[in-house]
């Protein structure tokens, strides 16, 4: 953590951080040290196989005003953030835009009456891909929990603002949100990703469905999620 902090803090410019494959990266390196530069404030924040992340790290982070008010862009893939804890680091991040959690689930999501629904009043796309780990019991809809999740906070309107949701899974249900009625359905996904979409800090999986703002609208993958930049 002392090398990794001093060398983030000789960047004074630096704006976006993508770390990879990277099992030493926990919660600590965000921890405040009378000692060590603070963290710098970044516009985006990529993580990518770094199992001990939590969302007390990300929360701890951006307790800081400076982090808080910079902070737009969030990628979570194969973490130690969990679902259930994203409300954890929305309430915390009230300039976050973009937010992607791609996860793979070995147990059903918390009761839900324990978990609070998703809110943000600054978030414009969401990227939400939750798939049964290959560990997973094969006789369990394991995921289901998660997208009713999902679907309960997007029905408690915690998410006014959202204009793009990206979804990848068994999933198919309709809401209402003011005027317009949204249709998601798992069968509009498809099979590989546009070549043309790629960036260096963007997670490439296969295009997720999208939902469009049109009523009674069947989601369509003529869009791809948004381009990080380089």
Not at 191 to 212: A, E, G, H, K, R
Request: cysteine-free; glycine content about 4%.
């Amino acid at each position: 953590p002392t090398i990794l902090r001093h060398a983030l803090g000789s960047l004074p410019q630096l704006r976006a951080l993508k770390v990879t494959d990277m099992k030493s990266f926990n919660d600590d390196l965000f921890g405040p040290s009378n000692y060590l530069p603070p963290f710098p404030a970044l516009a985006e924040l990529v993580f990518e196989n770094t199992p001990n992340l939590t969302a007390d790290g990300l929360a701890t982070y951006l307790f800081r005003s400076d982090t808080q008010n910079t902070l737009k862009t969030l990628s979570l893939t194969s973490t130690g953030v969990l679902a259930s804890t994203l409300q954890q680091i929305l309430a915390v991040a009230p300039r976050l835009e973009h937010l992607s959690i791609i996860e793979s689930v070995t147990t059903s999501f918390p009761a839900a009456n324990s978990v609070q629904a998703l809110q943000s009043k600054s978030l414009k796309t969401f990227h939400y891909e939750i798939t049964s780990a290959t560990s997973a019991n094969l006789y369990a809809n394991t995921t289901a929990s998660y997208y009713a999740y999902l679907t309960s906070s997007l029905l408690s309107g915690g998410l006014p603002n959202l204009q793009e949701l990206y979804v990848r899974g068994k999933f198919t249900r309709a809401w209402t949100n003011g005027d317009l009625s949204y249709v998601l359905t798992r069968n509009q996904i498809p099979t590989s990703p546009n070549p043309s979409s790629t960036s260096p800090l963007q997670p490439q999986p296969s295009p997720p469905t999208q939902i469009t703002s049109h009523p009674l609208a069947v989601a369509t993958p003529s869009s791809h999620p948004r381009n990080l930049p380089p």
